[in-house]
């Protein structure tokens, strides 16, 4: 009886370990940022994190094998970006007052079918640290036989809505338009959805990349083809589009 109870015992700290580091969210298409964030003010939402931007860099094996089987390997590196119709404020951040955060992150591959069809949440496996030094990270994983092979960049601000709700709202303005991520348990995520005018049909589970492939052309739309290092992505930057931003 011992035994069985210390093996239950075992099963459910692994039970909780992995609720613990799984990702639950979807995203939304945002039309108008500006009225986004008049209903966050109507909410009375809470910055919660002010706006950054984000330079996003994935590695892979020199063969893709990572993205091949669903899984990613991401350095993001922030850095404060200030209101985009007004002047850049700097914001010190990190534990030492740098004003730069980097965080190396995996994601395992979603969640079976239920997760890469439309209308439902993308679910993952996610193990995240924080860096202090990240600009030695690339030569680590270099060295490791990683090899650089997409970035994208976007400005994101973060919320939290009231009334308890432990979801996380995430405002981000990308080179190919404007998003709301919600983040948390199924039915919270419904809820926060719900009080932004969304319902679950809207919801998109695609990573940015997969969407970056519909718009240059190199997947069907809604075809939920995540690329990888032989798609022939270019990067995801700003300066090679028209630039968006929450004042279009």
């Excluded at 108008?32 to 009375?44: C, F, I, P, V, Y």
């Amino acid at each position: 009886m011992r035994s069985a109870s210390k093996t239950a015992l075992r099963k459910s700290r692994r039970m909780a370990l992995k609720k613990a580091n799984t990702e639950i969210e979807v995203k939304l298409r945002i039309r108008d940022g500006r009225r986004l964030l008049r209903q966050l003010a109507r909410l009375k939402a809470k910055l919660t994190h002010a706006r950054v931007h984000e330079m996003n860099t994935l590695y892979d094996t020199p063969d893709g094998n990572l993205a091949r089987h669903g899984r990613m390997l991401r350095l993001r590196v922030e850095r404060p970006a200030g209101r985009p119709d007004g002047p850049r404020k700097t914001r010190k951040m990190g534990t030492q007052g740098s004003e730069i955060s980097a965080w190396l992150t995996f994601k395992g591959p979603p969640n079976g079918a239920q997760a890469s069809q439309p209308g439902q949440y993308k679910i993952r496996e996610e193990h995240e640290l924080r860096i202090s030094d990240y600009q030695e990270v690339p030569k680590i994983l270099e060295a490791l036989g990683l090899r650089r092979w997409f970035r994208y960049e976007k400005y994101r601000t973060t919320f939290a809505l009231p009334g308890g709700s432990r979801v996380k709202l995430v405002f981000d303005e990308t080179p190919i338009g404007l998003f709301v991520e919600l983040e948390g348990e199924r039915g919270e995520i419904d809820r926060a959805a719900e009080l932004l005018d969304f319902t679950s049909s809207d919801y998109i589970n695609q990573s940015y990349g997969a969407l970056f492939m519909e718009e240059c052309g190199l997947a069907r739309p809604m075809s939920h083809h995540e690329p990888t290092p032989a798609s022939g992505l270019p990067d995801m930057l700003f300066r090679r589009s028209k630039g968006v931003s929450a004042a279009t």
